[in-house]
């Protein structure tokens, strides 16, 4: 008995293959830059976000039959970037690894100082960019649910309501860690004399 | 309304949480207290300064190669990585490959380890990779002595598939049994395009019979490969 596959169904397979490879491509490239900006405002990075992408795009294809059938994408595809934002973060603070790359990312200059820069003052420009670098610095010192909120909440600009939903987490606790994020951030720049009153 | 409540109410007022009769006595204070007003300004300006934080543009090669990895990572002998970590219940020994390749020598060339196995006793020899980078298309080709088995390849003596490494710390549990008292050396060799390292582990299988602690003892060996 001959257990050879036939050209025409190695093709066949080949085919499928790809078929199954540009759905998945063509369901979630369109998000792609949304997805690389919210990690981008969770991190505050580029390497860290493009690793959060990477590895939510690793795991959306291995359930890649279930894309085709989610209706809302973009909210979807948040609830579980947030969740492996969370995932990552936790792995990260276990790894001795964590704590040599935030140092040596800490000498060089961050996306947002090699950024042109539109104002036309000099002086204007040199100052936002010390607020950016500040405020970037702050949000780096915040704890990963506090960044997520603060990031979705106060750059994004989603509402608590939409993010209990999104998220699910429940609102008094999205309410709490908003308030304590703001808190700290403030804690922190009054400190550095960023916005003091 | 005192200051201080003003100010622990100032991030509600400024959300519109507040009651309508709450939010009016705050404006009204704002109004007539200088230090509330310069809170409340500061409070506008970090908000401002919160939505207006740059996010640099994506980098255009970025999608064509996350694409091409999660699909990369999703091929099935990449699953066979998984499992042999599942399965390895015990540690016996342990190896370690620091950073995978390093500027300069290229080519072939490591230092030579010896670790000593018992013969038909299952062992676990683990290599841990570190990579500064995520590096696609690496080779991995794995040699062993005549005698010596790894689990689920029979008497295979060369290995070779293709995988990605991730950034950081790649974990690589290799299940071998030894079925005779030969040994010889363990060969791995990574290769990303025309660079290579090799590391050589050497095994020496002792006599069941006799109890050598040696070979239950864990071993760390450390290898540098830093990606240019």
């Not at chain 1, 001795?96 to 002086?123: K, Q």
């Not at chain 2, 991730?166 to 299940?175: C, D």
Request: hydrophobic letters at 40%; aromatic letters at 8%.
């Amino acid at each position: 008995m001959d257990f050879s596959i036939d050209e025409g169904t190695q093709a066949k397979i080949y085919y499928l293959e790809d078929s199954r490879k540009s759905t998945y491509e063509t369901l979630l490239r369109p998000h792609l830059n949304f997805l690389f900006r919210i990690s981008y405002r969770f991190y505050g990075n580029r390497m860290d976000a493009e690793d959060l992408v990477q590895d939510l795009l690793v795991k959306l294809y291995s359930r890649k039959e279930d894309l085709s059938k989610v209706d809302k994408m973009r909210p979807w595809l948040l609830r579980i970037l947030y969740r492996q934002f969370v995932d990552n973060s936790r792995k990260k603070k276990r790894s001795p690894l964590g704590y040599i790359t935030r140092r040596l990312e800490a000498a060089e200059p961050t996306p947002v100082e090699m950024l042109p820069d539109h104002t036309s003052d000099l002086e204007e420009r040199v100052c936002n960019r010390m607020v950016f670098s500040q405020i970037r610095e702050a949000l780096g010192l915040l704890d990963k649910y506090q960044r997520a909120v603060i990031s979705l909440h106060d750059m994004e600009g989603y509402t608590l309501n939409e993010l209990e939903i999104l998220l699910e987490v429940p609102l008094g606790t999205l309410k709490s860690r908003l308030h304590r994020a703001r808190t700290k951030l403030r804690c922190i720049l009054e400190k550095k004399g960023t916005f003091s009153v | 309304m005192d200051c201080m409540i003003i100010k622990e109410k100032m991030d509600d007022f400024m959300d519109g949480q507040l009651e309508a009769a709450c939010a009016a006595a705050i404006c009204e204070h704002i109004q007539k207290c200088a230090t509330c007003r310069k809170r409340h300004a500061i409070a506008i300006r970090l908000r401002e300064t919160l939505k207006a934080l740059p996010v640099p543009p994506i980098d255009k090669v970025f999608g064509d190669r996350v694409f091409r990895y999660a699909v990369e990572r999703n091929k099935p002998y990449r699953q066979v990585l998984p499992y042999l970590m599942r399965i390895a219940a015990a540690v016996l020994f342990v190896f370690a490959f620091g950073y995978l390749f390093q500027k300069t020598p290229w080519g072939v060339g490591s230092g030579m380890e010896a670790i000593t196995v018992s013969m038909e006793l299952r062992r676990e020899i683990r290599l841990l990779f570190n990579s500064e980078e995520t590096l696609a298309n690496v080779t991995f080709s794995l040699e062993l002595p005549k005698g010596v088995e790894l689990e689920g390849f029979g008497e295979q003596r060369k290995i070779v598939w293709e995988g990605a490494i991730e950034k950081g710390s790649n974990l690589l549990v290799l299940p071998v049994t030894a079925h005779s008292l030969e040994g010889g050396p363990i060969i791995a060799v990574l290769r990303h395009g025309e660079r290579s390292k090799q590391f050589t582990v050497n095994v020496k299988v002792t006599n069941p019979v006799y109890n050598d602690k040696s070979a239950n003892r864990p071993h760390r060996y450390e290898m540098s490969i830093i990606p240019t």
